[in-house]
């Protein structure tokens, strides 16, 4: 029987881990079929030396099967037709971290995620910022204590050429999905260093 969960996949920019980030959308879209991609218009509009926006969308649509939502407009309705059952940010930046703890929607991401919320239905967080222990510390501590957020475990992935920079263990996308369907936080969310190869 097929899994009936709906799945809003919102990525913002760190564009370095896009590569990452599309085996982990093609992970959960595998486990979850009914997957909304979500690009805020930064992430949907920009080429970098990652690649270029239409490939990485065109990536995108191959691998969920339908359109992206990509404008505040398009993300409203979320909430007020119950369009998800959870909501993930993958990767979700230090900018995006900081519009979250404000209330900020001025993307289509974090429109998704205030509509989501006021249904009071699931966000998971896969944190990728170069100051998640500088200024965005504050950020992801209030998001941590808030009602209905729940964090995919991070690490800092170089503690020593960058000190401040936190990023998910992707890898645990799709078990922290589950266990925020099941109201509880993967543990533990405080990952020791990578271990080198």
Request: aromatic share 6%.
């Given at each position: 029987?097929?899994?009936?969960?709906?799945?809003?996949?919102?990525?913002?920019?760190?564009?370095?881990?896009?590569?990452?980030?599309?085996?982990?959308?093609?992970?959960?879209?595998?486990?979850?079929?009914?997957?909304?991609?979500?690009?805020?218009?930064?992430?949907?509009?920009?080429?970098?030396?990652?690649?270029?926006?239409?490939?990485?969308?065109?990536?995108?649509?191959?691998?969920?099967?339908?359109?992206?939502?990509?404008?505040?407009?398009?993300?409203?309705?979320?909430?007020?037709?119950?369009?998800?059952?959870?909501?993930?940010?993958?990767?979700?930046?230090?900018?995006?971290?900081?519009?979250?703890?404000?209330?900020?929607?001025?993307?289509?991401?974090?429109?998704?995620?205030?509509?989501?919320?006021?249904n009071g239905r699931p966000?998971?967080?896969?944190?990728?910022?170069n100051d998640g222990l500088?200024?965005?510390?504050?950020?992801?501590?209030?998001?941590?204590?808030?009602?209905?957020?729940?964090?995919?475990?991070?690490r800092q992935d170089d503690?020593?050429?960058?000190?401040?920079?936190?990023?998910?263990?992707?890898?645990?996308?799709?078990?922290?999905?589950?266990?925020?369907?099941?109201?509880?936080?993967?543990?533990?969310?405080?990952?020791?260093?990578?271990?080198?190869?």
């Amino acid at each position: 029987m097929m899994d009936e969960t709906r799945v809003g996949f919102a990525l913002t920019g760190s564009f370095c881990t896009w590569e990452e980030t599309m085996a982990v959308l093609a992970e959960t879209a595998a486990r979850y079929p009914r997957v909304l991609p979500i690009l805020s218009e930064t992430a949907a509009s920009t080429s970098t030396r990652f690649g270029r926006a239409e490939d990485w969308q065109a990536r995108i649509v191959e691998i969920c099967g339908g359109g992206i939502i990509d404008s505040i407009r398009a993300a409203e309705p979320i909430g007020p037709q119950g369009m998800l059952d959870v909501l993930v940010i993958a990767p979700c930046t230090g900018n995006t971290l900081a519009k979250l703890a404000a209330g900020i929607a001025d993307t289509a991401v974090t429109m998704a995620a205030k509509a989501h919320l006021r249904n009071g239905r699931p966000v998971v967080v896969a944190v990728s910022t170069n100051d998640g222990l500088a200024g965005a510390a504050r950020n992801i501590a209030e998001l941590l204590c808030r009602k209905h957020y729940y964090f995919v475990p991070f690490r800092q992935d170089d503690p020593e050429g960058k000190p401040t920079s936190l990023v998910a263990d992707f890898h645990q996308v799709t078990a922290t999905i589950a266990a925020a369907l099941e109201g509880r936080q993967l543990q533990p969310v405080l990952l020791g260093p990578k271990e080198k190869a």
